[in-house]
């Protein structure tokens, strides 16, 4: 049996992604506007929003970094490998990743704000317990 998948409904492109960066503002350390295959290295940010795609290109997640330790590689890829190794469903799913690369100075408050305004502008759920309200 094949695992559950998001089809998503808003196609990464880099013109969308224009629209991204613009959002996220000074807090941009780099301006990549290509996906990156899973598997390959991000590059070397620090904190991040990454937005992984279907084979289609369709923005299937959108996730934060802020990790409080010195890593091996970018924070984005580190991300995505650990989403891998957790759930057979992103394996099926993501082929690629889109990269936010934030100043490594952005505050943890406004990387989480940032996480949730491209989610909305993508159209992508938030899955996350921290953030319901029990």
């Known amino acids: 049996m094949s695992a559950l998948v998001w089809q998503g409904v808003v196609t990464m492109t880099p013109e969308r992604y224009a629209v991204l960066a613009s959002l996220v503002g000074p807090w941009l350390e780099e301006y990549r506007d290509s996906p990156i295959w899973i598997g390959e290295d991000s590059g070397n940010e ?8 279907n084979g289609e290109g369709v923005a299937c997640y959108c ?17 995505i490998r650990q989403h891998m190794a957790e759930s057979r469903s992103k394996q ?3 082929s690629a990743y889109w ?23 993508l159209g992508v759920p938030l899955v996350n317990r921290r953030w319901r309200r029990h």
């Open 63 to 79: 996730g934060r970094t802020r990790p409080e330790r010195a890593l091996c590689g970018g924070a984005a890829s580190v991300r």
């Open 46 to 53: 620090r904190r991040a929003i990454y937005i992984p795609v």
């Open 92 to 94: 099926e799913e993501w």
């Open 99 to 121: 990269v936010l690369p934030l100043r490594a100075d952005t505050p943890a408050f406004v990387v989480g704000e940032l996480e949730r305004t491209v989610a909305a502008r």
